[in-house]
């Protein structure tokens, strides 16, 4: 889902969906600050009125667009772990893919990982989808201590997926910054780490995920 596939034959009965999708499609061009429910309304041709009946204000409509984003990044890491066999394969297909939907779908990206929403809008459904990608990665993580015979706890398991998200988000942080370049062009660091290619970027996650497997379960290990 590019932020511009907004699906064009509109009615008036699924208009809380279109809103998402003219939010998600604005996003290309603006930043969240400049818009608004009335420039929505413009945009698809609808009174604001008919704008405040799905949505009492802009915070309400940025959660549903947020839930839209963190189901379609959820599906996206799910979809990268078919034919992954053991919790290692897996791990490492996850952090790959991470790094994939943040160059991919970049304003996508950009959005769940800025636009923070207040406590008083998290809802059931807000954590749910939120939920989803976690899941992935942890059910990747209580596999492997299962594997290895140690114990699946709460603490070893949030740690395990806590590890796996700080290590694929720094990752991907750096590389979009490009901060990695300058080490890799000054030799101090190797050349796969550029992240410029697939076989550097599965390189660098191969290495990466078996640091992060190993300082696992020497912790699970204590």
């Given at each position: ?58 915070e309400?409509?940025?959660v549903?667009?947020k ?7 959820a ?17 490492l ?39 989803r990608?976690?899941a ?9 201590l ?13 740690l ?7 290590m ?55």
């Amino acid at each position: 889902m590019q932020t511009s596939e907004v699906d064009k034959s509109y009615h008036h009965g699924n208009l809380k969906e279109e809103l998402v999708n003219q939010f998600l499609a604005l996003l290309d061009t603006q930043n969240v600050e400049s818009i608004s429910l009335r420039k929505l309304a413009a945009r698809i041709g609808v009174a604001p009125t008919a704008v405040y009946n799905h949505f009492k204000n802009k915070e309400e409509l940025s959660v549903a667009v947020k839930i839209r984003c963190l189901d379609h990044f959820a599906d996206y890491l799910n979809a990268s772990t078919e034919g992954g066999t053991t919790p290692r394969e897996r791990l490492l297909m996850l952090g790959q893919s991470y790094f994939r939907y943040s160059q991919e779908h970049a304003t996508l990206f950009n959005f769940l990982m800025t636009n923070c929403i207040p406590d008083e809008h998290i809802t059931d459904e807000v954590v749910a989808a939120g939920m989803r990608a976690e899941a992935s990665v942890r059910n990747a993580v209580i596999d492997l201590l299962v594997e290895h015979g140690l114990p699946t706890s709460q603490y070893n398991e949030g740690l395990g997926a806590f590890a796996c998200w700080a290590m694929a988000h720094g990752i991907s942080t750096l590389a979009a910054q490009h901060i990695n370049h300058a080490a890799c062009l000054d030799g101090r660091w190797p050349p796969e780490f550029l992240l410029t290619d697939r076989d550097s970027i599965h390189a660098s996650f191969e290495a990466m995920t078996e640091v992060l497997i190993h300082g696992l379960l020497a912790a699970a290990k204590r």
